[in-house]
C-alpha cells in the first residue's frame, strides 16, 4: 500500500531531520520510547497492542502502523489485533456517554420531574 | 444542583474580567457568538440542539448547561434534548471507527490472507 | 470530486472485512447506529444536522459525507447544512473559552490585583 | 476517596435515568458494551488494560475507575495496570511528534537550506 | 511541496465559497483572528509561535502552513520555530500525564498499600 | 483558591508514587520536561507562554497552573499572559474552521450550483 509506504518514509525523513537539528528534545522522547515499550509485568506485545488501541483512538496512523507492526513482529495474530481496534471503537463511545451524563443532570434540573 | 450554579458563577466572573481587561478578543468572540444563535435557514432551537450535541463529544459542561437552557427557552422538550445527546452518543464512536479503518488496512498488508 | 469517492470505497471496503471477521462488535455498532438516526421526537434530518456539526467539530471527514448526504436525502437544503457547520465553528471556540477561564483564575491568584 | 464513590454514584444516576427515559441508544451501547468486554484472542483482562489506557489518554476518570477495577478482578496486578498507564503517557505525545513532522516540511520548504 | 500547495488553494476556495454564503459567521470569524494576531503586549511574532506550538498539539495541517509562513515574515527564525514544535511535542505527554493522576488515585484505593 | 492548591497536591502525590514506583517511564518525560523548557534560541519565558496557551487548548488545569506559574517567574506581566491566553481561544476556532472546508466541498458536489 502506497500509503504506509509514505508513513514510513515521512517518518524516517522528520526522525533525520530531527537529528541533523540535534534536537534534544527528540532524543529524550526517543529514551522514553525505549523504555516504555520493553518487557516489564506486561510482555512488550500486551504494551504494543494497548498502543494499537491508542492509536486508533488518537486517529494516529503513522502510530497505528509502527504499533500494528510491533505487535506482528511480537507473534500478536490478526484476531489479536483485531480485538485491540474493537476495545478502542468501543471506547470512543464511552466518553461521549460519561460526558453527556452532565447533560442529564441538567436537563434533571431545568425539567424537575420524572421523564415523559 | 451546586455544580451548575458553580458553573454560571465562575461564566459570569470570567467573562466579567475579560471585559475588564477590555479584551478585543472576547468582544469578537461575543459577535461571533450572536451571529452564529439566530433564526436562519434552522430556528435557533435547532442551532442550540447542534450545540448541544457538539458540548456532549466536546465535554464542555459549561457549554452544556448554557445550550440545554437556552434549547428549553425556545421550546425544545426533554425528549428532543435526549435524542441530541443520544446522537452525540452515537458520535462519540464515529471517529473510532473511522480511523480504525486504518488499522485494517495495515493488518491487511502484514497478513496478506484472508482474515483468520 | 476523488477524494469523495474514495472515502467511500474506503468505508465498504473496511466494512465488508469487518462483516468477513464476523465482528461482534461491529454488529453492535451497525444496530446502535440504526436505533440512533430514525424519526423520534426530532425528525431524522435534525439528528442528521446535529451529526453534521458534531463530524465538523471531530474532523471526521467520512462522517461528514455521510452525514451531509443523509441530511441532504432528508431534504436538508444547503443554506441550513451551511448553518449547521456554523454552529459547528462557533462551538470551536467554546472549550478553549471555557477552559481558559481557569487560566483567568490562576493569573488572578498569581497578580492579586486589578488587572493592569 | 471521595471523587470515585461520587463517580460511581453518578454512573448508577445516569444509567437508571437513561432506563427510565427507556433509551434504545443506550441500550445498544450496553449491548456494544457486553460483546466487547469478553474473552476472545485476548483474555477479557488483556481487553480492560487496553481501555485503561484508552481512558488515561481520552481523560475519562469514570472510564478509568471502572476499567482498572475490571482489571483488578480480572487478576491484574498493580505494576501491570501501571505499565497500562505508562503506554499511556508514552502514547500522549506520538500525536504531537507525528503532528509535527508536517511542521518540519513547511519549514524545510521555507528555509529550503539546511538546519542552521 | 505540493501538499502545502494544495492546502493553501483549498484555504482560498473555502474562504471564496464562505464570502459567496454571505456567512456572518465567517465575517466575525474573520475579525476574530485579525484583533488576536496584532502586536500587544507580546509582539505579533511570539504570538504566531504560540499558534505554532497549538496548531502541532491540534494537528491542523493548515494552521501550521500558516502561523508557520507568518512567524517567518514576522522574522522568526527556523532554530526559533523548531523550539516551538519542541514545546508542542513536550505538551503532547503533559495532559496523558496529568490524567493518569486520577489512574493513580484508583490503583491506590484499590491495593491500599505501598508500590510492589 | 482551594483549586489551586488541590491541583499542586494532587501533583505533588502523583509524581511521590510514580517515583516510589522507581518508573523509568517518569524519569523520561522528566528529562524530557527539562530539556524542553530552558533558554535556547527562545528564551525560556516565551516558551512557558507556548506552553499556556496550548494549556488551554488542551484543557489541563495542572499544565495552566503550573506553566502560568513558570511564565509568572520568567518576569511575564499579566497582559502577556492574557495574550497566549487570547490565541489559544482563536486557535481554539481554527480546526473547526479547517475541518469545516471539507464540508463544504460535499456540499459542492452534492449541490453543484452556486450557493442559494
Chains 1, 2, 3, 4, 5, 6 share one sequence.
Not at 529514551?31 to 497492542?49: I, Q
Request: aromatic letters at 6%; proline letters at 3%.
Amino acid at each position: 500500500m502506497k500509503k504506509i509506504e509514505q508513513l514510513i518514509r515521512q517518518r524516517k525523513w522528520a526522525n533525520g531531520k530531527l537529528i541533523q537539528y540535534n534536537s534534544q528534545v527528540f532524543k529524550a522522547i526517543s529514551e522514553l520510547e525505549k523504555v516504555t515499550f520493553r518487557d516489564g509485568a506486561l510482555p512488550k506485545k500486551v504494551k504494543e497492542l494497548i498502543a494499537v488501541g491508542i492509536s486508533v483512538v488518537n486517529n494516529c496512523e503513522s502510530c497505528m502502523q509502527w504499533h500494528i507492526s510491533e505487535a506482528v513482529k511480537d507473534g500478536a495474530t490478526e484476531r489479536e489485533i483485531l480485538e485491540a481496534v474493537e476495545v478502542a471503537f468501543e471506547m470512543g463511545i464511552g466518553p461521549a456517554v460519561v460526558n453527556g451524563r452532565f447533560a442529564l443532570e441538567v436537563m434533571d434540573e431545568l425539567f424537575k420531574k420524572s421523564p415523559e
